[in-house]
Structures are given as structure tokens and as C-alpha cells.
């Protein structure tokens, strides 16, 4: 049997390794053509003088950027470095290689270009005016790790002014991962969404975004139990009702959700919950055993602080957990939002859509959900792995006819065709990436 030690050792090492291989390969992202470049005479054709033809054709009809151009197929990663995973304000630079492993997922799950965009400024109004100044050059955008609240301002502005998809990944993507991997984990415990209390560790972007997708789904808000580092959200939180325009999304919470009017520390809100989401302040020791042990029969815990859970798997099972899951792709049952936004974003770009409503986050999940039932579901097995190939382009195929559906798309393709294409595009950027891994030695990286 491993021990805690051995466990914690091996858990560790991922971080042992990443400065020695970042330095080594200086970041993780470069530029490469798509075109081929035989002769010198080429260049006449990608640059000058022939370049200019598709540039007077884009003039003439806006929309053909589409066809001339890369910028249907990539994405602006866009952050100010105010919360970078479970570290905090780290400045932009600092969350330099969190943006840049963002475009790494992107190309090789999705077949994404994704360029990294860290900020010198943590005004939202600054952001909004960025986003703005360079939409031409992009066909989507991702915003990340963005502090709340101004994380949700940002989205609403950049969603009602920008013409092309707005995402926020920390938002809209962890909570798709979270709701997909719910339903399958209650369906192995044999439990109903509409028959369970939810206790959610944690209020910023994410489980804000996990309550709105419970609610829609049926569960009772007052069925939910939301705590903060201040203790538990209930409508006589004067802290939060005295700042309602700051924070409107966590007050909505403390007026909806907790009907028996709990009060006091986090602990109180475990006794008797079926399910955990945490989404707090990175571990461990974050949540304690004991409070998963005062938890009803066959409890649900995701723990998913980056880059350590609040209780390791490992305790967490100790103290009861039936299931577990992390946001770390090193133990079972990871729920990331790696998961989601490369497939995603593949099949909204693929559709040319102009936005990501809703109805289309709804169906990423359900697809989630329903792609790992297929593949058979256990403990630990409840949601599709990063390195699973087929996911991607599933997941693409179900956004790009939920998009079709929405009226957003301005292209129209069935399920088959959409799967197959971006399987084939995915297929494409894995094998560029192997060949390069090939003949590039860490010398030559240097």
C-alpha cells in the first residue's frame, strides 16, 4: 500500500520538474508558418506584391478575413494576472507561463493558435479597451485569471460589445467541467441533482459560475450552502449587503440560496451535504477531514485549487469521500477547464459564431457528461481525461450544432462533418508537435 509520504512525494513532482524544463525550452510556445516555402519566388505570393490582392478582397467584403487569413482559427488569451490559479495578484509577467501553457492546450487538444495577452494594467476599463483595439486580429477570445468581481464586468462588457465569442475560462469553462462531472458522480452514487444539498467551498468566479448552471439545472438554490473566508453566505451578511454594486453576484447568493438561514464557520455547512465543490484558497488542509466525515452517506468532494486541493485525494477518502476529484491531472478524476475551452473553442470557430450563450455552455456539459457515461462510469472515472483524443473533437462537434441551434453561426454543418474536421485539424497540430519535439534538443532550444 502507498503511503501518504510516498503519495505526497510523487505529488510533488511535477513542480520539481517545471523550472528545470521551462528554463530549459524558455517557455512553451513559439510561431511557426502554416504555408509552404519552397523558392524565393514564394514570397511574391505571401507578401509583396501578391499579398494584396486578398487584402483589397477583405475590403471590399469584410467576412472574407475568414477565408484569407488565420484569424478564424486563433484566439486571444487575455489576462491582467490579478488571480493566477491559487496564487493571487502575481502581476502580469509572473502569469506569463500560465497563458502560455493556455495556448499550449488550445494547439494541442483543439488545433487552436492562441497568442498569451498579460496586461500592464488591472483597470477593467483598460482590459474592455484592449479586448476592443484588437478584435480584427481574432476569432475568439479567452479572458483568465481575472479577479473578481471585475472578472464578471468584464465578460458582461466584452460579451455585448465584441462580435466575436467572449469566454471566461476560470467562469464558464471550470463550471462546465464541474456541472458534467456532478451529474455523472451522483448518478454513481445513485443520488438525484434534485435531491441533494451542496455545500460550495468558495465564491469567486468559478463556484459563482457552478451555482448559476446547478440552479438552471434544476437544483433548489436553497439546497445550496455558499461559504467565503468569512464564514457562510445568508441574507444577513451585512458585509455583502453593504457593498451589493461590488458585489452583486455573491449577494444573489446570500438571498437565494441556504434555507434553513445557517450561519457561522465553513464547518457548519458540511453536516449532512451530499456534495463539496471547492473552488477556494490552494492546500492542503484548506478543508479539513473531519468536516468531510460529518457529511452524509457516500459523499461527493471536489476539491480543485490549483496547483494543490484544498484536502489531498488521498485524505480526503480517509475521511469518507466515496468520490474525489481534483483539478490536477496527476491523480483521478480531473476537472479542469482543460476539459473544455480547446474543443470548445474548436467548434465555435469552426461555425464562425459570434458569441457562447448559455444554451451552448449547457451543452458542452451535457455532452461532457454524457461522453464519459458511454466510456463507463466508476469512482474514479467520471469525466473524459486530458489525454483522451476523442474528446476534443466530440466536444466541438456538440458546441458547433448547439451554436447552429442559437442562430449564432454563420456556417451550417452537420455533427459528422463538424466531429470529423476538427478530429483532423487536432490530428495535424499533434503531429507538427511530435515532429518538432523530435528534432528539437534541449541545446538547440537554448
Request: glycine share 8%; hydrophobic share 45%.
Amino acid at each position: 500500500m502507498t503511503s501518504s509520504n510516498e503519495r505526497l512525494t510523487k505529488a510533488n513532482e511535477p513542480s520539481l520538474r517545471a523550472l528545470e524544463m521551462h528554463r530549459r525550452y524558455h517557455g512553451k510556445m513559439q510561431t511557426m508558418p502554416k504555408c509552404p516555402i519552397d523558392s524565393d519566388d514564394d514570397f511574391a505570393v505571401w507578401y509583396t506584391p501578391g499579398v494584396a490582392e486578398p487584402c483589397r478582397a477583405i475590403a471590399a467584403t469584410p467576412s472574407l478575413v475568414a477565408d484569407f487569413t488565420n484569424r478564424q482559427n486563433t484566439v486571444a488569451i487575455l489576462s491582467d494576472g490579478s488571480r493566477v490559479l491559487g496564487l493571487g495578484n502575481i502581476g502580469a509577467k509572473a502569469g506569463l507561463p500560465v497563458m502560455e501553457g493556455k495556448a499550449l492546450l488550445f494547439k494541442f487538444l483543439g488545433g487552436v493558435d492562441a497568442v498569451p495577452l498579460c496586461l500592464a494594467s488591472q483597470v477593467p476599463e483598460d482590459i474592455v479597451q484592449v479586448a476592443r483595439l484588437i478584435e480584427p486580429t481574432f476569432g475568439g477570445l479567452n479572458l483568465e485569471d481575472i479577479a473578481q468581481p471585475k472578472c464578471f464586468r468584464v465578460l458582461d462588457r466584452l460579451t455585448a460589445l465584441l462580435s466575436i465569442p467572449v469566454w471566461h475560462d476560470d467562469q464558464q469553462g471550470t463550471a462546465t467541467a464541474a456541472f458534467a462531472g456532478l451529474l455523472n458522480a451522483l448518478k454513481v452514487v445513485n443520488k438525484s441533482i434534485g435531491n441533494v444539498r451542496i455545500v460550495l467551498f468558495g465564491v469567486g468566479a468559478a463556484n459563482v459560475a457552478v451555482y448559476r448552471l446547478l440552479t438552471s439545472a434544476g437544483v433548489e438554490p436553497g439546497a445550496v450552502i455558499a461559504c467565503d473566508s468569512r464564514g457562510l453566505l445568508h441574507d444577513r451578511r451585512s458585509d455583502i449587503d453593504d457593498n451589493q454594486d461590488k458585489f452583486r453576484e455573491k449577494w444573489q447568493i446570500c438571498t437565494e440560496s441556504n434555507a434553513d438561514g445557517l450561519t457561522g464557520e465553513a464547518a457548519g455547512a458540511f453536516v449532512d451535504a451530499d456534495v463539496c465543490i471547492a473552488f477556494s484558497q490552494s492546500g492542503p488542509s484548506v478543508i479539513r477531514p473531519e468536516w468531510i466525515t460529518a457529511m452524509a452517506r457516500d459523499p461527493i468532494v471536489f476539491a480543485c485549487a490549483n496547483p494543490v486541493p484544498e484536502i489531498w485525494p488521498w485524505e480526503a477518502e480517509q475521511a469518507g469521500a466515496t468520490i474525489v476529484a481534483t483539478g490536477r491531472g496527476d491523480f483521478a478524476n480531473q476537472l479542469n477547464n482543460a476539459l473544455v475551452f480547446p474543443g470548445l473553442f474548436r467548434g465555435v470557430l469552426d461555425v464562425q459564431a459570434n458569441a457562447i450563450p448559455p444554451a451552448v455552455t449547457s451543452a458542452a456539459a451535457q455532452a461532457m457528461a454524457a461522453y464519459a457515461e458511454r466510456r463507463g462510469l466508476s469512482k474514479t472515472c467520471i469525466l473524459p481525461t486530458i489525454g483522451d483524443r476523442d474528446w476534443p473533437p466530440e466536444l466541438a462537434a456538440a458546441v458547433g450544432v448547439a451554436a447552429q441551434d442559437q442562430a449564432i453561426a454563420a456556417t451550417t454543418f452537420d455533427h459528422a462533418t463538424l466531429r470529423d474536421h476538427a478530429a483532423a485539424v487536432i490530428e495535424k497540430a499533434q503531429a507538427d508537435t511530435r515532429l518538432l519535439g523530435a528534432v528539437t534538443t534541449p541545446d538547440a532550444a537554448s
